[in-house]
């Protein structure tokens, strides 16, 4: 029985163990936080499980819809189509509605005629599939939605609130594949019984099928050609690597790689991300579950009760991502100050009942325009390693789904593999 060690996990180390494991492997998740669940994990407040960062799912998500259903997660979700805003200068506005758009100032009266023609073009004529890989955002948005609009709107969205970089060096068709996910118009819903008990029942089905799950794990080492990992209690031996750990911590701990993919993963950078989740007596802005603020410390408000209105108070996020770096050695007192201080310039009413801050170092690749050109696949090219997880599903976005089709493929790729060895 051929032994897999999982490096990570997340959602992608889990479906990937979950597979495995049928498949008749002996399979051995190493995980260094002391829960499973990795960017989906979730914490517990007044009885309920609240994810660490918003995790809504929309109705093309069928991958994580199949895996919440398999655990019963979904109950009697409700779906909705959700209003988005976008505050600038103290000042908030519905975007995605025409009376919104008419009367946001920020833009020209041309501007606004061309953000509107942009989103139609997005909606349905848009083929992000035949943009070139290496195609930069600036170029693609100057060309379809005007220069104006593309510095406003588009480079305070996903240049300088997501990855803290102008549009030129960031990925015009990642970034047109997350447009045509029409994440805005889609319709949107969160689990009855939370994400949690996809978790756990994912982890349950592995430990039942004798799968090993080792949390709290140091890795020191990992030796790929002598195929051992050293952790600070134990060596474990084993016949394929499965790593979805972000590949800065993979290179720090392993040895027996080639150069070329050691070049390769010096290159995949990553974007942090620090955020507050809150609880307030009332909505700060009702009806409204995503708020993008542009110019400020803050970037995204997602008014999490919106989707679903059951806790004991409104439950809130408001997350930074790019430029976060500086804030991830900030204490909790500090990151709280800024946070709510930034974001009472539009919500004045905020007065929170509990606040808690999560950082994350690692919240998502920055899909610059060369991404393509140096991302590995999930076979290594080294003999016995196999890679998954949000750094190799360029150009899709990173949410749930991507993690979990890419964990299932990792294992298919490992099985196939396996099965053609004489
Ligand atoms: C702010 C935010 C909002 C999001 N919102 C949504 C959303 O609305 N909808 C949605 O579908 N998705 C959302 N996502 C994305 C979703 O959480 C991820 O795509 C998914 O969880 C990634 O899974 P993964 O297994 O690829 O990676 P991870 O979850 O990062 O898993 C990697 C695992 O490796 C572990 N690890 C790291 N280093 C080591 C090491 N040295 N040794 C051992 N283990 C290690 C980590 O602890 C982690 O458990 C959001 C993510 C963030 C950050």
């Known amino acids: 029985m051929k032994h897999v060690i999982i490096l990570g996990g997340g959602l992608a180390g889990l479906a990937a163990a979950d597979k495995l494991l049928d498949?008749?492997?002996?399979?051995?998740?190493?995980?260094?936080?002391p829960f499973t669940?990795?960017?989906a994990s979730s914490f517990k407040q007044d009885n309920e499980?609240?994810?660490?960062?918003?995790?809504?799912?929309?109705?093309?998500?069928?991958?994580?819809?199949s895996y919440l259903n398999r655990y019963n997660a979904m109950g009697n979700n409700v779906w909705k189509k959700i209003r988005v805003a976008i505050g600038v200068n103290g000042k908030l506005s519905h975007i995605n509605e025409i009376s919104g758009l008419l009367t946001f100032n920020y833009l020209t009266l041309w501007e606004k005629i061309r953000l509107g023609i942009f989103g139609v073009y997005t909606i349905f004529l848009m083929k992000p599939e035949k943009i070139k890989d290496e195609e930069n955002a600036e170029d693609w948005l100057n060309k379809f939605a005007g220069k104006g609009v593309a510095q406003k709107i588009f480079y305070n969205l996903y240049g300088r609130n997501k990855f803290n970089k102008p549009l030129s060096v960031v990925s015009a068709k990642q970034f047109a594949f997350r447009l045509k996910e029409k994440e805005v118009y889609d319709n949107f819903t969160f689990p009855q019984h939370s994400i949690q008990p996809m978790i756990d029942g994912l982890e349950e089905d592995i430990l039942k099928k004798n799968g090993i799950i080792m949390t709290k794990t140091n890795i020191t080492c990992i030796n790929h050609q002598k195929k051992k990992v050293k952790t600070d209690g134990k060596t474990y031996t084993y016949d394929i690597l499965l790593s979805t750990i972000p590949f800065p911590e993979f290179l720090k701990i392993t040895t027996g790689l080639t150069e070329e993919l050691k070049h390769k993963l010096e290159k995949i950078k990553y974007c942090p991300c620090v955020g507050l989740v809150f609880a307030t007596k009332e909505f700060l802005y009702p009806e409204t579950y995503w708020i993008n603020l542009f110019q400020e410390r803050v970037h995204v408000i997602m008014q999490h009760s919106v989707l679903i209105d059951k806790y004991k108070n409104k439950i809130t996020w408001c997350i930074r991502y790019g430029g976060?770096?500086?804030d991830l050695g900030l204490s909790d007192e500090q990151i709280k100050k800024e946070y709510l201080t930034s974001i009472k310039k539009y919500l004045p009413s905020l007065n929170p009942v509990w606040v808690k801050v999560f950082r994350e170092k690692y919240a998502e690749p920055v899909y610059d325009k060369d991404y393509s050109s140096y991302m590995p696949e999930v076979r290594s090219g080294v003999e016995g390693l196999y890679f998954a997880g949000i750094q190799i599903t360029f150009p899709k976005i990173r949410n749930i789904n991507t993690a979990l089709e890419s964990g299932i493929k990792a294992a298919d790729n490992i099985i196939k593999d396996t099965c053609a060895q004489p």
Do not use: C, D, R
């Not at 498949?23 to 936080?33: D, H």
């Not at 499980?49 to 819809?65: E, F, M, R």
């Open 49 to 65: 499980w609240i994810p660490k960062y918003y995790h809504h799912v929309v109705s093309h998500n069928t991958t994580t819809q």
């Open 37 to 39: 669940g990795g960017l």
């Open 23 to 33: 498949a008749g492997f002996k399979v051995t998740i190493l995980e260094k936080a």
């Open 324 to 326: 976060s770096e500086e």
